[in-house]
């Protein structure tokens, strides 16, 4: 909908407004869409001079059918609440001002708390503090400042600027190395932590071997990018943290204030005068000598804040974390199969259920005396012919407990190899055996990489003999 301008109290100067959609060009100078603006002045009844909020200042001339200028009641107040926020903070700046230079606020005239009022209280207070802070220092220096800032002067002059370069040189391709992949690094340190070798086997070992897989595949890009950086990552590390300590001493080193004049001193003030001043001297030529070393502080800083929580991954250390990764590795790619043929012939094993001889020979006796019964003379064709069936269930029996009992112990045999597992040493009643994987070449690796079971496993249930 497109209003027309109304000349009025609402389009006063300051008045808040808003913009209608609707767009207009005049000889080529106003090319206006929509927003809010505040009315800077009033030209007449169809055209203002609106300050937007994103910065233009513009005429707009607004006519039925163009685009409308309306005057918002809500903007209004928006605005006038926003003007008293504003002031009620500049006004708690200048107390806050006032209490930091010791000027009480019940010590200024109401209607006067401005900064341009306050002028003249500021810098009186000022003054005062610097001259109290400068009576202070004077009094409090030492010689022994001198000899401090004359040790900064040699560990500075003893500085290799040379080597710095190349260190933080170092530390820049370091950062983006570690930075990168130092949670794969701490991933597979935890995981060689939590599932040490000799307890794979009570593990789930092919979840363990998928996990380890994943682990190792994230670490190896970092392992392979810090091994071909060739410079002692430790010894950067320990310069640049030299360097940022000789920084911070630097830092805390300042000017002690002097009085502007010193003829009213006594002898032995004007002594400590010239000895403050020699001491500003040595501090001035300090700075002067550490500029060079300073304006590397960025780069430095830069590089300690990006080492922040991360330990040092020196590539000694790290070889050894990828070699025991691969021995664990290869001790899962061997046990994770194994484990679970085990589990497989477990299952079956629990289906199966254990035959003593005692078991059978009852089955047999039972069918002998059947047979026995069956041999009766006296009996009846249909006595007869129920013992010949009886006889044929019992025998049937026998032959169930039997098979039964082979196909035990064959599952037993078959579990044989699998012992070093905890859970089936357990179900065949037997201590574990140690484990002992081969290696790659074919020989063995006791405890490492492996389970090869050595020589015959006694301690059978009673049943695998018939």
Known sequence: MHVPVLAGPSLRIGARV??????????????????????LNQHSRTQVTVKFDHGMCCIVQAMPGDFGLVYDPAARLEAEREKAEREERERRATVSLLHAIGVPEGDIPPGTLSLSTLLPQ???AMAASTTATSGTAFDAYTPGDSTAI?????????????ALHTHIKRVKQYLPVVKGHYEALFALEQFLTQYPTDKLVSEDCPSLLQSLKELHSAYTPFHSALSRLDFDTAESLAFLQSVSDLLDSINTTSLIPLPKDHASLSLGDKYKYFQVKSRNAAVEALYMAAGPVITCQPDIEACMAGLKGIDIAIPDVCAMIDTKAKGVLQMLEYLAPRQTESRALLSALKSVPPVTPQDIECAEYSAFMCECKGKNPRLGEGERGALESELIVERQKVHVLKQTQVEHKRLREQLHPYLCFPEVASALGVSS???SVPDVSGSQCNGVVGMMVKGPVSGGEEGDAE
């Open 433 to 435: 055996v140690p484990v």
């Open 150 to 162: 004359d040790s900064l002067m040699e560990r500075v002059k003893g500085l290799d600027m040379s």
């Open 18 to 39: 808003r913009i209608g959609p609707g767009y207009r060009q005049d000889r080529n100078r106003i090319v206006i869409g929509a927003g809010e603006g505040i009315v």
């Open 122 to 124: 500021i810098l009186a």
